[in-house]
């Protein structure tokens, strides 16, 4: 079956660096989103991303769609505390059903 | 715009029990899913409706399990003689009609313990 594989599994970073995670999948996919979940609740729509090369921003976020549709990357600017949690990508659109796939999850700490 | 909402948020039961989870979507949002997650893992792809159709179901989910959504509004999912494999998150989600049905919206989730 259809796998993400997403890296790093985890991150420990200083406030205000720079953060970045991809995902990478055997097969391709036709939209790209990004997902944080903080412990507990459910996960929360962050970037959607809907075509190969596409580059989107929300805020400090910056998510790619990569050209092989196969790949995308998250980056996170001037990281604060508050970017505390589990980042989880998620491919879909390869069928009418809306179903998501989705990746392990990064977990990243901020040290204040 | 209230967001989707889940009920309950806990429910411990012991193993050979039945248990029933309620999902409102988000108003006006005609697709919605049922994900389960265990602890370090993403969300797996239980069923998804499309209004009150079921129209997907994965190998994940058993006999055991029936999810209904008669008039399209709110979902129910049930297990039934729950085994404790079963214990984990069981999330709901909804997405609205076009192009953005991809873009799906998670509720906080129903945590599922089974003793």
């Known amino acids: 079956g259809q796998q993400l594989n997403q890296s790093p599994q985890s991150m420990f970073i200083q406030e205000g660096e720079d953060v970045s995670m991809n995902c990478t999948s055997s097969?391709?996919?036709?939209?790209w989103l990004w997902y944080k979940q903080d412990p507990g609740e459910g996960p929360v729509l962050l970037i959607a991303l809907y075509k190969a090369g596409e580059l989107t921003s929300n805020g400090r976020l910056t998510a790619q769609f990569g050209i092989t549709r196969k790949d995308s990357f998250l980056n996170i600017s001037a990281s604060i505390p508050s970017d505390v949690g589990i980042y989880f990508c998620a491919g879909g659109g390869t069928s009418n059903t809306g179903k998501l796939i989705f990746g392990q999850g990064t977990t990243l700490q901020v040290k204040p | 715009d209230t967001g989707v909402s889940q009920n309950p948020r806990h429910k411990i039961t012991k193993r050979g029990q039945n248990v029933t989870f309620r999902c409102d979507p988000i108003s006006e949002h005609n697709r919605l899913y049922w994900y389960r997650q265990t602890l370090g893992q993403g969300p797996e792809f239980l069923t998804y409706f499309q209004n009150e159709a079921q129209l997907e179901k994965s190998r994940l989910l058993s006999d055991r399990f029936s999810a209904e959504r008669p008039k399209g509004s709110f979902s129910t999912l049930e297990i039934q003689r729950t085994e404790q494999g079963d214990s984990a998150m069981y999330l709901c989600?909804?997405?609205?009609?076009?192009?953005?049905?991809?873009?799906?919206?998670f509720g906080p989730g129903t945590r599922l313990t089974v003793l």
């Open positions: 989600a909804s997405s609205p009609p076009g192009r953005s049905y991809n873009e799906q919206f």
């Open positions: 097969s391709i996919f036709n939209t």
